[in-house]
């Protein structure tokens, strides 16, 4: 069993930076792709960006390219989204979600675990 857990989310102004981590533990796979996901109110859960096993490639959606950076730490199995100029549609529970895959996807059903996810707030 793998879990997954979610950490630094806050309330931060317009402009602002927040970094996120996921901790992984459990019974991990021996290479998994990493993805974080996002869903504000009344909207459905969608992709931010994602990163495979090695760490070699990453993805991001549109919205966030050139603001969110991802990264990884597998010796400690971490996985951190660095979010840079914040905008208040940024706002939404941010979701780690771990594949079991050397690659990544962009769409939710190809996860396979999920943490509880965090809040980010960003106020104009």
């Known amino acids: 069993q793998v879990q997954l857990v979610e950490s630094g989310g806050g309330l931060v102004q317009a402009g602002g930076s927040l970094r996120l981590s996921c901790a992984a533990s459990g019974r991990t796979p021996n290479s998994y792709a990493m993805g974080w996901f996002r869903q504000a109110p009344g909207k459905e859960r969608e992709f931010v960006a994602a990163?495979?096993?090695?760490?070699?490639?990453?993805l991001y959606a549109d919205s966030v390219k050139g603001r969110f950076t991802i990264s990884r730490d597998n010796a400690r199995n971490t996985v951190t989204l660095q979010m840079n100029s914040l905008k208040p549609e940024d706002t939404a529970v941010y979701y780690c979600?771990?594949?079991?895959?050397?690659?990544?996807?962009?769409?939710?059903?190809?996860?396979?675990?999920w943490g509880q996810g965090t809040q980010v707030t960003v106020s104009s």
């Open positions: 979600a771990a594949r079991r895959t050397s690659w990544y996807g962009d769409n939710v059903d190809s996860y396979d675990y």
């Open positions: 990163i495979s096993w090695r760490g070699g490639s990453t």
